[in-house]
């Protein structure tokens, strides 16, 4: 945005606008795959207990499964929730702010 404002592209704002709702969105998908990560210490307990051919292994009452869902729209609405505004709230200011910041360079041109 600062390039922008500097060399007065409105152009470059739209990039950062653009950029900002792809990062949201990768983000976003990821965010949805961080549980998988903690099911790995689960998998590793058994396995060590399995190893060392303990009595009583642990394994989880429901199996564990590092199934990964493919992230929808739907899930990606339910990120834009209030009490995800840290989460979201810097992606949404940098997109309104790029898109302001255009808007206001283009009529001032004129």
């Known amino acids: ?3 922008g404002y500097i060399h007065a592209e409105p152009v470059l704002y739209i990039v950062a ?3 900002s709702v792809l990062l949201f969105l990768l ?3 990821y965010k949805k795959s ?3 990560h903690s099911k790995s210490i689960q ?3 058994t396995l060590n207990d399995l190893l060392v051919n303990e009595e009583e ?7 564990i499964s590092t199934l990964v869902k493919t992230p929808t729209w739907r899930g990606y609405f339910k990120q834009l929730r209030w009490r995800n505004v840290l989460f979201w709230g810097p992606y949404f200011c940098v997109l309104v702010c790029s898109l302001t910041l255009a808007w206001l ?3 001032c041109r004129k």
Request: net charge positive; no cysteine; charged share 30%.
């Open 34 to 36: 961080r549980p998988v």
């Open 17 to 19: 606008a653009v950029l």
């Open 105 to 107: 360079q283009r009529h």
């Open 57 to 63: 292994p642990y394994i989880h009452k429901r199996g």
């Open 27 to 29: 983000e976003a998908g």
């Open 43 to 45: 998998i590793e307990r």
């Open 1 to 3: 945005m600062a390039y």
